[in-house]
């Protein structure tokens, strides 16, 4: 797989109209940023943490298996996947790509299960 740069599109944990990006390089790593739309900068500690809250961010190398894909997670924006493998299960059609988790407990709401599908469009 070549050099791919996917922008994030849908709805969900971040609300209406998320940004991020998913930037899969030809020399096996992977990355992933989502924000949530509107972010404004922190002026106070409280802030800082609903920053915090509305950013997913990881990065590792990935290893496709059929319409698997499992990233070896050696960066994270809160530690907690650091170390772990992140699988995924995915469609790719055209500029189309569609991301799904198995069920897992959720790093953004931490104790709660969750299945997560994720839809990126190809930038061009």
Do not use: C
Not at 34 to 56: G, M, W, Y
């Amino acid at each position: 797989m070549g050099d791919s740069d996917y922008r994030r599109r849908g709805h969900g944990t971040f609300g209406p109209s998320p940004k991020g990006r998913a930037v899969f390089a030809s020399d096996g790593y992977v990355t992933f940023i989502i924000v949530a739309a509107n972010r404004k900068p922190a002026s106070n500690n409280d802030e800082s943490a609903a920053l915090l809250k509305s950013l997913l961010a990881y990065t590792g190398k990935f290893a496709i298996d059929g319409d698997k894909f499992t990233t070896k997670v050696d960066i994270s924006w809160n530690e907690l996947l650091t170390g772990q493998d992140q699988v995924r299960f995915f469609k790719l059609e055209d500029d189309q790509l569609s991301i799904r988790t198995a069920e897992q407990v959720s790093a953004v709401y931490p104790g709660k299960k969750v299945v997560g599908t994720l839809s990126w469009e190809r930038e061009r």
